[in-house]
């Protein structure tokens, strides 16, 4: 059973950064999508990044700009650089792996990590 652990999470400050990281207990060398994924309370799970093998990546609009989304291959370890964060970014993050960029994710889900951005 694969096991993903996210990683990073905390209290920020409006226009403040964090660095998310999700390791994986397996390669993800041949997982095709990689994705970061995001709860708010009282709202569904949303795909906020995802990334290819080959490195193209797409981002919901509200964090185009402003989040980055990477994979280190050989550390089986995905990131999520998260830059000007702002208070509706609050919410678990969480990551999980796809078999095609429309498929759903396949692992189950980690515990996440939480972001709060607040003053």
């Known amino acids: 059973q694969v096991q993903l652990v996210e990683s990073g999470g905390g209290l920020v400050q409006p226009g403040g950064s964090l660095r998310l990281s999700c390791a994986a207990s397996?390669?993800?060398?041949?997982?095709?999508?990689m994705g970061w994924y995001r709860q708010a309370p009282g709202k569904q799970r949303e795909l906020v990044a995802r990334?290819?093998?080959?490195?193209?990546?797409r981002y919901e609009d509200s964090v185009k700009g402003r989040f980055a989304i990477s994979r280190d291959n050989a550390k089986n370890t995905v990131y999520l650089q998260m830059n000007s964060l702002k208070p509706e970014d609050t919410a678990v993050y969480y990551c999980?792996?796809?078999?095609?960029?429309?498929?759903?994710?396949?692992?189950?889900w980690g515990q996440g990590t939480q972001v709060t951005v607040s003053s």
């Open positions: 999980n792996g796809q078999a095609t960029t429309v498929s759903p994710p396949y692992f189950n």
């Open positions: 990334i290819t093998s080959g490195g193209t990546s």
């Open positions: 397996t390669s993800i060398f041949n997982i095709y999508v």
